[in-house]
Nanobody
Framework: QVQLVESGGGLVQTGGSLRLSCAAS????????MGWFRQPPGKERDFVAA????????FYADFVKGRFTISRDNAENTVYLQMNSLKPEDTAVYYC????????????????WGQGTQVTVSS
């Protein structure tokens, strides 16, 4: 089992930036695919971005392309989500996910989850 702990959320104004971090522990997390999802209030959990274990393959949801960047540091067992040009519609709880292989954009296919971190973008 992989344990995931997110951090870095907060309140930011429109156009601002935040960097989320996800610290992973347990098993060989450096061999896991990692992803970020988000869940706005009253809505379903949506795919944001994912990165393969090596970092060679990266996937983004269309609505964050050009604004968000996912990266990982396997030596630190940490994955990051740099979020720029934030908009009010980016307001959500952001969750880190892990799986032994890239599992696509459907959240139920990912095996391990963090507790989430709140991101609020004010207009």
């Amino acid at each position: 089992q992989v344990q995931l702990v997110e951090s870095g959320g907060g309140l930011v104004q429109t156009g601002g930036s935040l960097r989320l971090s996800c610290a992973a522990s347990g098993r060989t997390v450096s061999s896991y695919a990692m992803g970020w999802f988000r869940q706005p209030p009253g809505k379903e959990r949506d795919f944001v971005a994912a990165i393969s274990w090596s970092g060679a393959n990266i996937f983004y949801a269309d609505f964050v392309k050009g604004r968000f960047t996912i990266s990982r540091d396997n030596a630190e067992n940490t994955v990051y989500l740099q979020m720029n040009s934030l908009k009010p519609e980016d307001t959500a709880v952001y969750y880190c996910a892990a799986n032994s292989y890239y599992s696509g954009t459907e959240y139920h296919r990912w095996g391990s989850w963090g507790q989430g971190t709140q991101v609020t973008v004010s207009s």
